[in-house]
């Protein structure tokens, strides 16, 4: 069991760790881009939207899935090498957050787009009563992962060299 002093100094050591701060900065940069980018075209129409889409809502360019997995892999194989077990295992993360973020999230959210128009419809009809929309979940686009995944390089790079 850890005493009160050691678990604050692993705590401290944990907030300066390179890998951590670079997965962070990259999160919240490509949030940032996202959010600067929808306010210069127009679609943040609230307060609340502009705090939705800068935190939590997903989908948008730059993907900021890839890039905290880009940066995370591209610091860990900076910090431990390519070899070690553990950028491996970020390697196979990457992969498969990267697949998710354009492949399935993007198919299942078209999908669930494609249900709503025709429940929407069915329920004018009359046809169907009650019709409750499902989430759209929103996937992001190739150019959308590849840009965060670029966005994530540099920002790991960045901070596998200022250590």
């Known amino acids: 069991m850890l005493s009160n002093n050691t678990f604050i100094e692993q705590f401290i050591l944990f907030l300066h760790n390179p890998i951590f701060l670079s997965c962070l900065f990259s999160w919240f940069g490509a949030q940032f881009l ?10 943040i129409h609230s ?3 502009l705090f939705e889409v ?9 993907s900021s899935h890839s890039a905290l997995v880009t940066s995370l892999c591209t610091t860990i194989g900076f910090r431990h090498g390519i070899h070690s077990d553990i950028f491996v295992f ?3 993360f990457f992969l498969v957050v990267v697949r998710d973020a354009f492949g399935v999230r993007r198919s299942s959210g078209l999908q669930a787009k494609k249900i709503n128009e025709i429940g929407n419809s069915l329920s004018e009809k009359g046809i ?5 929309p499902m989430k759209e979940v929103d996937g ?3 150019m959308e992962v590849l840009c ?5 390089f540099l920002v790991g790079l960045s901070f596998s060299l200022l250590k």
Do not use: D, Q, S
């Open 34 to 43: 996202k959010t600067a980018i929808k306010l210069i075209y127009g679609r």
């Open 47 to 49: 307060i609340k939207e």
């Open 54 to 62: 800068m935190v939590w809502r997903t989908g948008g360019m730059p």
């Open 90 to 92: 970020a390697f196979c």
């Open 128 to 132: 169907v009563e009650n019709y409750k």
């Open 140 to 142: 992001h686009t190739p």
């Open 148 to 152: 965060g995944c670029i966005f994530g």
